[in-house]
C-alpha cells in the first residue's frame, strides 16, 4: 500500500511539475515531466493530452499527434477530446484537410459546440469548401436563423465566394445592430486593409470602445495598419506598451520586430526575433521577419529559405506568400505564383493588386476563367475603365469556351 501511495504521489508531483513549467514557458521541461506521469500510470489519458499539449506549444506538431494516437488507444472508442485536440494540431501544422475531415465527423456527430462549427465553417471556406461551410453554418442558423456569430462568418464566406457586395451589406447591418459585436467589426476591418482602403480601416478600428480597443488582437491589427500607412514610429510605440505587458507574447514580439526593421534598427529587430525563435522555435512570423531582412540585405537565397521556413510552419502564412509569389514570377516560375496567389486568395487576405495578378494569370493559362472573370469585375468596380483591367477582362472573356453553333440545315416552318 504504502509503494502504490508513494507512486499516487509521485504521479500527482509530475503532473504538478508539468503544469508550472507549461506556466513558466518552458514547454520542452514539461514535455519531460509529463512522459514520466504517463508512464507511472499507463491507462491514464490525461498525461498524454498534457504531454501533446506541452509538444504543440514548443512547435513540434508530430510528436503532438503521436501523444494524441497514444492516448486514443487507450480511450475506447473516438473520445470528442481527443479528436478536438488532434484537428487543432492538424491545422497547426498545415494539415488543413486532415482538420477538416476529423471535424466533420464530429460535426455529422452532433459533437461539436456553436463556437467550433463555426470555427469549422471559417476553416472550409479558407479552404475553398465554400457549400460544406455553409452547410457547417446550417445547424446553428436552422436553430437561430438571425445569430450574429454566425451571420459574421456567413459574411466571410460571401467574401470569399467573391459576393462582395453582399459581404458588405451584411456587415454593415450587423455592425450597425449590433455595435459591440468585436467579429463583425474586426472583419470588416480587416476587408477594408485588404481591399487598399487603409485609412477607412484605422477609422473604423478608432470606433472601438476603449476597453476593446485595449485587447492585444486589435493593438496588433492596429499596428499592422499604421505600418502599411507607414506609420511604423506610431506602431512602434503600441507595440512596446503590448510588450512591457506581455513580454512572452510571441505575436506582439514578431511584430514589433517586423516594424523594428520598417524604422530601419535592423540589430534591435533581429533581436526580437531571436527572442521570438527562443520561446517559439518555428514561429512563422518571425522567419518572415528574418527573411525580409536578408532580402533586404541582397541575399534572396537565404530569403527563400526562411520564407520556406515560416510557410513550413504555417503554409498559409499571407505575408509570405505574398513575397514568394513575386519571388515566383520574377524567376518565371509561374505556376508557382499562381499556387501562392490562390492561397492568399481562398484565406481571404488577397490584396486588390493580388486579385488582378491572379486574375491575369487565368487569363494567360486559360484556366479557372469564371474566377478570374470575378475577381477583374471587383477590380473594375473600384476603377471603373481602368485600361489593364478592361484588358484583363477581355483575354478572360474571349478565352471562354463559346457556345456551339447547331449543325446541319435550317428547316423553316410556318402556316398555312
Excluded: C
Excluded at 8 to 16: G, H, M, N, V
Excluded at 21 to 39: D, G, K, L, M, V
Excluded at 58 to 64: Q, S, V
Excluded at 138 to 162: F, H, M, N, S
Aim: charged residues 30%.
Amino acid at each position: 500500500m504504502a509503494a502504490v501511495h508513494a507512486r499516487s504521489e509521485s504521479y500527482e508531483a509530475k503532473i504538478a511539475e508539468g503544469r508550472t513549467a507549461i506556466a513558466a514557458h518552458q514547454p520542452e521541461r514539461a514535455a519531460r515531466s509529463f512522459r514520466e506521469a504517463a508512464n507511472l500510470r499507463t491507462e491514464e489519458i490525461e498525461p498524454l493530452l498534457l504531454l501533446a499539449e506541452a509538444y504543440r506549444v514548443a512547435g513540434n506538431e508530430g510528436p503532438a499527434i503521436l501523444a494524441l494516437k497514444e492516448a486514443e488507444a487507450i480511450s475506447p472508442g473516438n473520445d470528442p477530446t481527443i479528436q478536438k485536440q488532434m484537428a487543432d494540431l492538424y491545422r497547426r501544422g498545415g494539415h488543413t484537410e486532415q482538420a477538416i475531415a476529423t471535424l466533420v465527423v464530429l460535426r455529422d456527430n452532433q459533437q461539436l459546440t456553436d463556437p467550433e462549427l463555426l470555427a469549422l465553417a471559417r476553416l472550409q471556406a479558407r479552404n475553398a469548401s465554400l457549400d460544406e461551410a455553409f452547410k457547417s453554418l446550417e445547424p446553428i442558423q436552422k436553430a437561430r436563423p438571425d445569430d450574429a456569430d454566425a451571420k459574421v462568418v456567413e459574411a466571410e464566406i460571401l467574401l470569399l465566394k467573391g459576393e462582395e457586395l453582399l459581404a458588405a451589406r451584411l456587415m454593415d447591418r450587423l455592425i450597425t445592430e449590433n455595435p459591440g459585436l468585436m467579429e463583425a467589426r474586426m472583419l470588416r476591418v480587416r476587408y477594408f486593409l485588404n481591399s487598399g482602403f487603409t485609412a477607412e480601416a484605422e477609422q473604423d478600428l478608432l470606433t472601438l470602445a476603449k476597453e476593446d480597443a485595449a485587447r492585444p488582437e486589435v493593438i496588433l491589427l492596429h499596428a499592422r495598419i499604421l505600418n502599411r500607412l507607414e506609420r511604423p514610429a506610431e506602431a512602434d510605440a503600441l507595440l512596446s506598451k503590448l510588450v512591457a505587458a506581455e513580454p512572452t507574447s510571441v505575436e506582439a514580439l514578431a511584430m514589433l520586430a517586423e516594424t523594428k526593421l520598417l524604422l530601419g534598427q535592423n540589430k534591435e529587430a533581429q533581436g526580437l526575433v531571436d527572442k521570438v525563435l527562443r520561446l517559439r522555435s518555428r514561429f512563422p512570423r518571425a522567419l518572415y521577419v528574418r527573411a525580409r531582412a536578408l532580402e533586404a540585405q541582397g541575399d534572396k537565397d537565404g530569403a527563400v529559405e526562411n520564407y520556406s521556413y515560416a510557410l513550413s510552419s504555417d503554409p498559409r502564412f499571407a505575408p509570405a506568400l505574398s513575397r514568394m509569389w513575386r519571388i515566383h514570377r520574377d524567376a518565371g516560375h509561374k505556376m508557382e505564383a499562381m499556387a501562392s496567389l490562390e492561397k492568399i486568395h481562398f484565406i481571404g487576405e488577397a490584396s486588390l493588386e493580388e486579385k488582378v495578378a491572379l486574375a491575369q494569370m487565368y487569363a494567360e493559362s486559360k484556366i479557372h476563367l469564371e474566377r478570374g472573370r470575378k475577381l477583374i469585375d471587383e477590380a473594375l468596380a473600384r476603377e471603373p475603365g481602368n485600361p489593364d483591367y478592361v484588358s484583363i477582362k477581355a483575354a478572360l472573356t474571349d478565352a471562354m469556351p463559346k457556345k456551339k453553333k447547331a449543325k446541319g440545315p435550317i428547316i423553316l416552318r410556318g402556316g398555312r
